[in-house]
């Protein structure tokens, strides 16, 4: 080494290595839930985990004031900077992009894996985390540490790496860009199981009469194969067409073997339907006025793999 290198942190020893890994597993749960947000990706969350893990093994002791506000600041930058370069990938996707679903049944799982305590609100919807799309990624970020997480704007401004009127300008833009569509996100309402059964009975039976008599006049259905399972390629707007839609791709694509279960899917009620104890498909609903809004299907296998097996 020269003279004129700077001499890293000292190499932890066995007790400082396992404090460490405690304290990371203490706030794992708060970071993959930050992570889920902002990328909708389980896949993506885990390695902005595993990274931030790495730079939490190697940061000096001189550098973390505060462990929880260092892993924050760390994971939300990387977040950051993965949602910028992915932005060409997003616009490459075949068909439509939709978040990888997570099955957030209560006890449905055991293991320290961190989505399985994840926290679950509405910030976990399917309609919300789409929505999130419409923000640029430091929106997201700021957004979702405010408005879910409940940081002050003096605290944001240190994770993103901006001022705090910066932040609140942000904050701003955000709920701007938002404010349309945000009225329709409350808790779900008791029916919305059985909307859903009622649903999926309707489609069972291929009546068209009663599978209208669920939804919205204006109800829109958003599938997600990405290229490499059966799926509409853009959004399909209207309860005639919508209906036709299901029953006929019923028909055309999926298999008369499948396996359902009904699960709760990012915090709703929902179907996995497994093909060979393999998870074939998810399929989500949004509810407003007691009819579904919207039918969100996700076939696309390499967000499926993540999901529990059929036992």
Partial sequence: MSSHQIPGPEPLNDAERSIRL?????????????????????????????????????????????????????????????????????????????PEPIVTDLGAHSGADPFYLIRVDESLSMAFLILLERLTPIERAVFLLKEVFEYEHAEIASIVGQSEVNCRQILKRAKQHVAALRPRFAAARPNHGALLESFLKAVGTGEMTDLLSL????????????????????????????GRGILGGMQRFVPKTLVRRL????????????????????????????????????????????????K
């Avoid at 597993?25 to 902002?38: E, K």
């Avoid at 997600?224 to 390629?233: E, F, L, N, W």
């Avoid at 393999?278 to 509810?287: G, L, M, Q």
Wanted: proline letters at 4%.
């Fill in 22 to 98: 405690g304290t990371f597993d203490q706030y794992r749960s708060l970071l993959f839930s930050i992570a889920y947000r902002m990328l909708g990706s389980v896949a993506d969350a885990e390695d902005m985990l595993q990274e931030t893990f790495l730079r939490w093994h190697a940061a000096g002791e001189e550098e973390i004031r505060s462990p929880r506000a260092y892993l924050v600041t760390i994971l939300s930058r990387l977040c950051i900077n993965h949602l910028q370069s992915a932005k060409v990938q997003r616009e490459e996707y075949t068909g439509m992009w939709l």
């Fill in 215 to 242: 939804l919205t006049e204006d109800v829109v259905l958003r599938s997600d194969g990405g290229g490499k399972a059966a799926a509409v390629p853009n959004a399909v707007h209207g309860a005639d067409k919508v």
């Fill in 263 to 310: 699960a709760h899917i990012n915090g709703d009620p929902g179907l996995v339907t497994y093909f060979n104890g393999e998870p074939y498909s998810v399929v989500t609903i949004e509810v407003r006025d007691n009819l579904i809004s919207s039918i969100y299907v996700i076939t696309n296998p390499d967000k499926l793999k993540h999901l529990p097996r059929l």
